[in-house]
């Protein structure tokens, strides 16, 4: 069962105005507060109650109402590269058709023999003269957004050693050592613990020869 919709709802439009009049038209702007997973979750999205900037035109055709519009808000996310913190402007484009529930694609009344259900899943209808743009505009915002945000076009990351911002410390590096010598002066090390081992057991040794002869 389909909940109807609420025209105070700051995301849904009345065309009562253009009556169904092919070629009428309508210019509306409107500015809302953005609803809740704005965006792509987890990456970069419109905070919840944002404002969100809604320039739209109606346009009155045949089949139903034609809407175009553009959305300009500011979404926030992390960079993929050095997870700081960043703010992208978003400025999303949009057209939509809203399709009168009792025309088909020609704008004629739909009799029982043409209403094909499989094609109305796809598309988008008016519902006692109203629509519901919350689909489209979440549509649009994903589309626009990047899905890997980076706070700077040249931003070079972490560190993969120590994970310092490599942004904030221009001449950071790490003397580079190769792991074919660390092994090698590894095994030097527990050459030289081991001489140095029987020279303290010979030395011992010695000392109790000597007692001995004494």
């Not at 809604?54 to 175009?68: K, Q």
């Not at 020609?106 to 629509?131: H, I, M, V, Y």
């Not at 689909?135 to 560190?159: H, I, N, S, T, Y």
Request: glycine fraction near 8%.
């Amino acid at each position: 069962m389909n909940t109807r919709l609420d025209h105070r709802n700051p995301l849904v439009f009345d065309t009562h105005e253009l009556g169904r009049r092919p070629g009428a038209m309508q210019r509306l702007s409107r500015t809302i507060g953005a609803p809740k997973d704005l965006g792509i979750q987890g990456v970069i999205e419109v905070p919840e109650g944002a404002p969100v900037e809604l320039d739209l035109r109606l346009e009155s055709v045949m089949e139903g109402v034609l809407v175009t519009g553009t959305a300009r808000a500011s979404a926030k996310g992390e960079c993929v590269r050095c997870l700081e913190p960043l703010d992208q402007e978003v400025d999303a484009d949009f057209q939509e058709m809203f399709s009168y529930p009792d025309a088909d694609d020609r704008g004629r009344p739909k009799d029982d023999a043409g209403d094909d259900a499989e094609d109305d899943e796809d598309r988008l209808f008016l519902e006692d003269g109203l629509f519901d743009l919350e689909p489209v505009l979440r549509d649009a915002v994903v589309l626009a957004l990047p899905m890997q945000p980076v706070c700077q076009e040249d931003c070079e990351g972490l560190c993969s050693e120590c994970g310092v911002r490599l942004a904030d410390d221009p001449d950071h590096h790490h003397d580079a050592v190769d792991i074919r010598w660390a092994a090698l002066q590894g095994l030097a090390g527990t050459i030289q613990d081991g001489e140095k081992d029987e020279m303290s057991g010979a030395e011992a040794e010695a000392g109790v020869d000597e007692k001995q002869e004494k």
